[in-house]
DNA sequence: AAAGCGTGGCC
DNA sequence: TGGCCAAGCTT
């Protein structure tokens, strides 16, 4: 299967891993001391733990996906004490997955591990697929989910990139003070370009370029005095120069928006046990367009359904 | 392909 | 205080 399927992005990245595989690391100086000093200074988080299972390590990107580490990891653990395989989770209706998730945010998430869950159980006997392709098949699993799973959980050779790992190759490679907006061909490169030749160092880098970026390499303010690669860093060696790229968009206010009035809803539905009325969620909110139009919105998602007319409840099934 | 999607902590 | 940010994904 082409990868390029999944993407207008015109980069055969099967082809970009697979020759980088043959050729050392170009900065094999930057990979080696990011890698040790991971070695010193990794946290200690559940997905790292040994014997941790792919599908742990799958429930836990999803979770990661836009919300912090410590709040993920309390659900996490809940998570998988519930549901301990694909099959349990798939077995339950989907509101139930939706409560679980709790406050974590974006319950779409929620809806689409249940559905991963699902397409787990039937397509791959219940065993959390470890080509990239088949991950990335799964409802909610996009490039980065899909190479975190198959290089964390099975050890395969990817470059796995998130924000921390673009800000980090932006400053320390290319010496910006910030990433330009996301590419993935751009991305996959500038990784591949950096990545050991040996699976499993290759998984411990990917790993370690990412704890650097969320707790030295940060975006607010980057702790360069305590950084490993501070001699090798690009963006050090010009003088911090401000970022003078394209403005990255602003993220709306959420105080008064469509999304508040959602979180509103759904924090109802997930506190109560039986179906939530019309007059209930009047209470939520005092504008009828807006309340009218959130709700429409989770019925529309499948957040919520209309168990008869004038009343709703989380997904039953 | 730009916009929409939660929630809470931090400075 | 309030804007910014957090292991992205889908349409």
């Avoid at 519930?82 to 709790?102: H, I, Q, Y």
């Avoid at 010496?175 to 699976?199: V, Y």
């Avoid at 007059?279 to 709700?295: K, M």
Wanted: include cysteine; aromatic fraction near 6%.
């Amino acid at each position: 299967m082409n990868v390029t399927a999944h993407s207008a992005a015109p980069v055969d990245s099967a082809a970009l891993e697979s020759a980088a595989a043959e050729t050392a690391p170009a900065s094999p100086d930057l990979s080696r001391s990011i890698s040790l000093w991971f070695g010193e200074n990794a946290r200690d988080l559940p997905w790292r733990r040994d014997g941790f299972s792919a599908w742990g390590t799958l429930v836990s990107e999803f979770m990661l996906q836009q919300t912090p580490v410590n709040r993920v990891i309390p659900r996490l653990s809940e998570w998988l004490e519930r549901w301990p395989t694909p099959k349990d989770l798939a077995s339950v209706p989907p509101g139930e997955a939706v409560r679980a998730w709790a406050s974590l945010g974006y319950p779409r998430r929620a809806l689409w591990l249940h559905a991963a869950a699902g397409q787990i159980t039937e397509r791959h006997g219940g065993i959390v697929p470890e080509d990239v392709d088949d991950l990335l098949a799964l409802t909610g699993i996009g490039d980065y989910t899909a190479r975190a799973v198959a290089a964390f959980a099975y050890g395969h050779r990817h470059p796995v990139v998130d924000t921390n790992t673009r800000r980090v190759i932006a400053r320390a490679v290319t010496g910006q003070a910030e990433p330009a907006p996301p590419s993935r061909g751009r991305d996959l490169e500038a990784m591949s370009a950096l990545l050991p030749a040996e699976p499993a160092a290759a998984a411990v880098f990917n790993a370690a370029i990412m704890e650097l970026g969320a707790i030295v390499c940060t975006s607010r303010s980057p702790r360069c005095a305590v950084c490993p690669i501070q001699d090798a860093c690009a963006w050090r060696a010009a003088g911090y120069p401000a970022y003078d790229g394209p403005k990255k968009a602003v993220q709306k206010k959420f105080e008064g928006s469509d999304r508040q009035v959602r979180g509103l809803i759904m924090a109802e539905l997930r506190a109560t046990h039986h179906p939530v009325t019309d007059a209930e969620i009047e209470g939520l909110w005092p504008d009828a367009v807006q309340r009218s139009r959130a709700l429409a919105g989770l019925l529309a998602d499948g957040l919520a359904v209309t168990t008869e007319p004038g009343m709703y409840a989380l997904s039953q099934g």
